[in-house]
């Protein structure tokens, strides 16, 4: 098989469902990874060129698993997003070590263990690997103390990956989303808080999945052949203003 694979985790829904969408209309085939068995087989029936693969990439045998079966449908592995995620809000006085333990399971031992396991199979074809964090890695906020933490540790485990990996032709880079329009974020959002939102982020606006989604594959093409170990906040600039007032930036 010459045409190019990619592996997406947290491909049911969101931006790894877009992600998954903008990859197959580029050629790509993609191997889908939920834990989401049910909203799994939904997504993968508008598409052709993908498979669903039910694990969680949590577990170390579950991703064992995954990339055997992966291998065994395709026969290669030319880019990995870790896109798989969990969130959690609460103040630190209120976060349980369960809590702590379970946001860092999925969201950094998760893109860990699929890395590794992925490692041997994109050493063969000078691939990629997108691991998606978020601007709450980025910057200090409340109620992110698990969150926030396992997203910073995200984006440095992509410069170690990157120092490491790059002899055996591999980039690795992380996209750092700021607040995307999903159907989660708008049905938790009060108009208050997309009111504050759309006045601190440069761009009024929230993002798109498929905005994310452009800037994922670009990282997994060849387009991106010379950048690696690179963070990329797309946040319509909310990153870059800190904690600045709006009112002070007119």
């Not at 291998?71 to 349980?96: I, K, M």
């Not at 992509?158 to 999903?182: D, F, M, S």
């Not at 049905?187 to 759309?198: D, G, L, N, T």
Request: charged share 20%.
């Amino acid at each position: 098989m010459t045409q190019k694979v990619a592996l997406v985790t947290g491909a049911a829904r969101g931006i790894g469902l877009a992600t998954t969408a903008l990859f197959i209309e580029q050629g790509w085939l993609v191997a889908m990874v939920d834990r989401d068995g049910d909203e799994l087989k939904v997504a993968v029936k508008q598409f052709n060129q993908a498979r669903p693969y039910e694990f969680d990439v949590s577990r170390p045998d579950d991703v064992d698993q995954m990339m055997e079966a992966v291998l065994a449908d395709f026969g290669r592995v030319d880019a990995v997003v870790n896109n798989a995620g969990v969130a959690d809000f609460r103040p630190l006085e209120q976060t349980s070590f369960a809590d702590w333990r379970r946001i860092m399971e999925t969201n950094l031992d998760g893109v860990f263990l699929v890395s590794q396991a992925a490692t041997p199979a994109l050493r063969k074809t000078k691939g990629a690997l997108v691991n998606i964090a978020s601007i709450s890695g980025l910057r200090g906020s409340t109620l992110r103390v698990a969150y926030g933490t396992s997203k910073a540790a995200v984006i440095h485990l992509t410069k170690q990956q990157a120092a490491e990996l790059g002899e055996h032709g591999i980039r690795a880079n992380c996209v750092c989303p700021g607040p995307v329009r999903t159907k989660l974020a708008m049905a938790v959002h009060s108009p208050e808080i997309i009111a504050a939102y759309h006045d601190t982020i440069p761009l009024n606006r929230y993002g798109s999945e498929r905005e994310l989604a452009e800037v994922i594959t670009f990282l997994c093409s060849e387009k991106a052949s010379y950048v690696t170990g690179q963070v990329i906040a797309a946040d319509g600039g909310f990153e870059s203003t800190g904690v600045g007032l709006p009112a002070l930036r007119s």
